[in-house]
T-cell receptor
Framework: GAVVSQHPSRVICKSGTSVKIECRSL??????MFWYRQFPKQSLMLMATSNEGSKATYEQGVEKDKFLINHASLTLSTLTVTSAHPEDSSFYIC?????????????FGPGTRLTVT | TQLLEQSPQFLSIQEGENLTVYCNSSSVFSSLQWYRQEPGEGPVLLVTVVTGGEVKKLKRLTFQFGDARKDSSLHITAAQPGDTGLYLC????????????FGTGTLLAVQP
């Protein structure tokens, strides 16, 4: 149980275009999902908290107009990187918290490698 | 500010050796978790420790939560190449317990 999927796993796009990344909880409902960014050999950096049916909460320094987050259902959150630039190239990981538990653990997706050329 | 500092940052050892990874903070955490992440994958939860002084064992991995709940350690006995990966400790943010703060990470390479 507690499986989170991400799509796509890898994406290459041209500078100036937008890219959408999907995060799905496959066997549980998640009222809260999280989006992280990770640089090579470094730890995870929280970008935003995605709440079902409401606006996302962004961490300090993260541009909300640049990284659009939508959490339309209890099993799906999307991250859209708008007008992507090479500096947006990174590994993006989502996670989800099981709605049915008070535990703090998060279950992570396999990540999406974004390369902007 | 809550910070979780891990040491060492990098560790390269031979198969069969033992190792310990440390996760330290000046803040008290209600719980701490350990994750392992392999290249190109998302982190996978290994364990959650909740009680000060708690020790949990997962096969060759032993996790300990400090008595004051400010630190934790991960000890691996007889490391194997399959243990290679990035080890991350994490704990809930004070005041926003849904969010996790991650440690700085320890990159472990076990050479055959």
């Amino acid at each position: 149980g507690a499986v989170v999927s991400q799509h796509p796993s890898r994406v290459i796009c041209k500078s100036g275009t937008s890219v959408k990344i999907e995060c799905r909880s496959l066997d549980f409902q998640a009222t809260t999902m999280f989006w992280y960014r990770q640089f090579p050999k470094q730890s995870l950096m929280l970008m935003a908290t995605s709440n079902e049916g409401s606006k996302a909460t962004y961490e300090q320094g993260v541009e909300k107009d640049k990284f659009l987050i939508n959490h339309a259902s209890l099993t799906l959150s999307t991250l859209t990187v708008t007008s992507a630039h090479p500096e947006d190239s990174s590994f993006y990981i989502c996670s989800a918290k099981d709605r049915g538990t008070v535990l703090v653990e998060q279950y992570f997706g396999p990540g999406t490698r974004l390369t902007v050329t | 500010t809550q910070l979780l500092e891990q040491s060492p940052q990098f560790l390269s050892i031979q198969e069969g050796e033992n190792l310990t990874v440390y996760c330290n903070s000046s803040s008290v955490f209600s719980s701490l978790q350990w994750y392992r992440q392999e290249p190109g994958e998302g982190p996978v939860l290994l364990v959650t420790v909740v009680t000060g002084g708690e020790v949990k064992k997962l096969k060759r991995l032993t996790f300990q939560f400090g008595d004051a709940r400010k630190d934790s350690s991960l000890h691996i006995t007889a490391a194997q190449p399959g243990d290679t990966g990035l080890y991350l400790c994490a704990g809930p943010w004070r005041g926003a317990t849904n969010k996790l703060i991650f440690g700085t990470g320890t990159l472990l390479a076990v050479q055959p």
